[in-house]
């Protein structure tokens, strides 16, 4: 384990399924990440909170939520899926986005296959 | 727009060999750039962070550069190893951390 910790590793879900996903750290870091990573693609940066607030939120779909109730804990609420948001989807943390100098910690991710 | 390249997409070398392998950037205003491993369905293993003030890093077999001014970096592998299978991904950071599309890479035994 990195010290960024995913639940589920793997999920199916129908279109019309609700679900979340789970991301911990417990490496003291206070900039949480979600990336989606499709086939042949480049990792894509979907939501930033920093010190659990959103800083950023790169024109997601809203059928994508994402939630973060303190600085360990990350979630993405997902709803109403489409099959093309299959795909890998990552967690990351760092310390805060302001300190440059720090780089990121990965999950193991989750594999999310929508039916 | 930062751009990132990873050149070549996919490597397969035979076992013991060195080998090289090359990420581009667009804008070399950035704060620093980061190694990745990603083994198939997995997350990302960090391997190496070169601050934008630093040339190069090592970790045992493995070698990173930074050439800023020209907006190049290289990942050097020494003497390779069936488990170096993976894919390499750079990132660059500079107001957010942007991705090449890696390299996979195949060691041959």
């Known amino acids: 384990e990195t010290g960024v910790t995913q639940t589920p590793r793997h999920l199916v879900m129908g279109m019309t399924n609700k679900k979340s996903l789970k991301c911990e750290q417990h490496?003291?870091?206070?900039?949480m990440y979600w990336y989606k990573q499709s086939a042949k693609k480049p990792l894509e940066l979907m939501f930033v909170?920093?010190?659990?607030?959103?800083?950023e939120n790169n024109s997601v779909p809203s059928r994508f939520s994402p939630e973060c109730p303190n600085s360990s804990h990350l979630f993405l609420h997902l709803h109403t899926l489409q099959p093309e948001d299959s795909a890998l989807y990552l967690c990351?943390?760092?310390?805060?986005?302001?300190?440059?100098?720090?780089?990121?910690?990965f999950g193991s991710g989750t594999r999310l296959t929508v039916v | 727009k930062q751009e990132v390249t990873q050149i070549p997409a996919a490597l397969s070398v035979p076992e013991g060999e060195n080998l090289v392998l090359n990420c581009s950037f667009t804008d070399s205003a950035i704060y620093n750039l980061q190694w990745f491993r990603q083994d198939p369905g997995k997350g990302l293993t960090s391997l190496l962070l070169?601050?934008?003030?630093?040339r190069e890093q090592t970790s045992g077999r493995l070698n990173a550069s930074l050439d800023k001014s020209s907006g190049r970096s290289t990942l050097y592998i020494a003497a390779s190893q069936p488990g170096d299978s993976a894919t390499y991904l750079c990132?660059?950071?500079?107001?957010?951390?942007?991705f090449g599309k890696g390299t996979r890479l195949h060691i041959l035994p």
């Open positions: 909170y920093s010190l659990e607030e959103r800083v």
């Open positions: 070169i601050q934008s003030s630093q």
């Open positions: 990351a943390s760092s310390p805060q986005p302001g300190l440059q100098g720090y780089g990121y910690t």
């Open positions: 490496l003291g870091h206070n900039a």
């Open positions: 990132a660059v950071r500079d107001d957010k951390i942007i």
